[in-house]
């Protein structure tokens, strides 16, 4: 059976047609204010990017949500997990610095910020979900321990995964380190001609398992735990993975994590993914690239697979833009994501996701 994705775009004419009120009304529309109840505490997850980053939602538009939220007699946090390589949200101390630094005041969001990690990514629950990789999930305990979340997705291209969305930001943001390390899991290897020995990979690396030598990297197997931060700044691309057969592997795993935090929250939980500035890496890189397609809306649902595969359609539908990272598959209905990583293919998550029982690929788009 389809799923509901409620859409809305960017177009205003007038002070009542405006982006903030397309937000607020779509939130309605959606059904989101029907799963919040008075006196829930109500997680907001969303990432608030790494220092260098401009790409992340805007708090403006997450005030909107914060409001809605009140509205219903529910108390609001924005909420989202430490990451696993060694950046500007590494701990919660950094992290919630970032958060500040990136606009998230209660002064503007009139929400405070709390990372369900903890204060080192220490801070976890297991979630049963017995699936073909994990029978338990290890999971942010003050994420997991809200009454209710409402997860805000800003949908862009990336790295490993093809494209980052609702399911990823449930999955790899929703998990402690241990449960990071579980997802990633993957083989990184370097290639050796490639290689100039510029050393930012080992810079980035969180296990130090990267060294150095004759200008020439090299990467210790047994302590490389797979996180893939050495592929987003490694210049010339000489770090990669085997994605033949890595790949499908990695996704289904973060799916399952992804499932994991949905399954908690039953029918507690929405939807809502943010198509602006939709660049090709994630928000956890320290630069945010040139957009590969115009603004396209705001889209909200219940099923996260179904939001997602609403989103991949609606930026396939776009024309690329020529001045951006996208090499190929400029015209419209071609696959963007595919003309800036051929060997990825995201739609796993969809596929995966859909098989598992966490939602459904086909969908019905209602626009608002």
């Known amino acids: 059976m389809s799923s509901k994705v409620y859409f809305v775009n960017l177009r205003a004419r007038t002070d009542k047609s405006n982006k903030i009120s397309k937000i607020r009304s779509l939130f309605d529309r959606a059904g989101l204010s029907e799963l919040i109840q008075p006196d829930d505490l109500t997680a907001i997850k969303l990432t608030f990017g790494e220092r260098g980053s401009d790409g992340f939602i805007s708090p403006v538009f997450v005030r909107q949500v914060v409001d809605k939220i009140k509205e219903k007699g529910a108390k609001a946090f924005l909420t989202d997990t430490n990451t696993l390589y060694s950046g500007s949200r590494h701990n919660a101390v950094d992290h919630l610095l970032t958060a500040l630094e990136h606009g998230y005041d209660y002064t503007v969001t009139g929400a405070p910020v709390i990372i369900a990690d903890g204060l080192r990514s220490e801070n976890m629950t297991e979630v049963q979900i017995d699936k073909k990789h994990f029978t338990k999930v290890k999971l942010a305990t003050d994420l997991i321990s809200a009454d209710s979340v409402i997860v805000l997705s800003h949908f862009k291209g990336h790295e490993m995964a093809g494209f980052g969305g609702a399911i990823k930001n449930l999955a790899m943001g929703g998990a402690p380190a241990i449960g990071k390390k579980e997802q990633h899991a993957t083989r990184i290897i370097v290639d050796q001609d ?42 010339v691309k000489a770090i990669g993975m085997d994605w033949a057969t ?51 809306g705001f889209l909200a649902s219940t099923d996260p697979v179904a939001i997602d595969q609403a989103s991949y359609d609606l930026v396939n539908k776009q024309l690329g833009f020529s001045n951006s990272l996208l090499s190929c598959n400029h015209e419209a209905d071609a696959d963007k994501f595919q003309g800036l990583r051929s060997h990825i293919d995201g739609t796993i998550q969809m596929r995966y996701g859909e098989e598992i029982g966490m939602g459904s690929r086909d969908y019905e788009l209602i626009v608002l």
Do not use: Q
């Open 194 to 235: 490639k290689c100039v020995g510029c050393e930012k990979c080992s810079a980035v690396c969180p296990e130090k398992a990267i060294t150095v030598s004759e200008k020439k990297a090299t990467i210790t197997l047994d302590t490389c735990i797979g996180c893939g931060e050495c592929l987003t700044v490694c210049p």
């Open 246 to 296: 890595d790949l499908v592997a990695f996704l289904e795993r973060m799916t399952e994590y992804g499932y994991g935090v949905a399954k908690a929250h039953e029918k507690r939980i929405g939807y809502i993914n943010f198509l602006l500035n939709i660049t090709p890496d994630c928000d956890c890189a320290s630069w945010s690239d040139a957009p590969i397609v115009p603004d396209i």
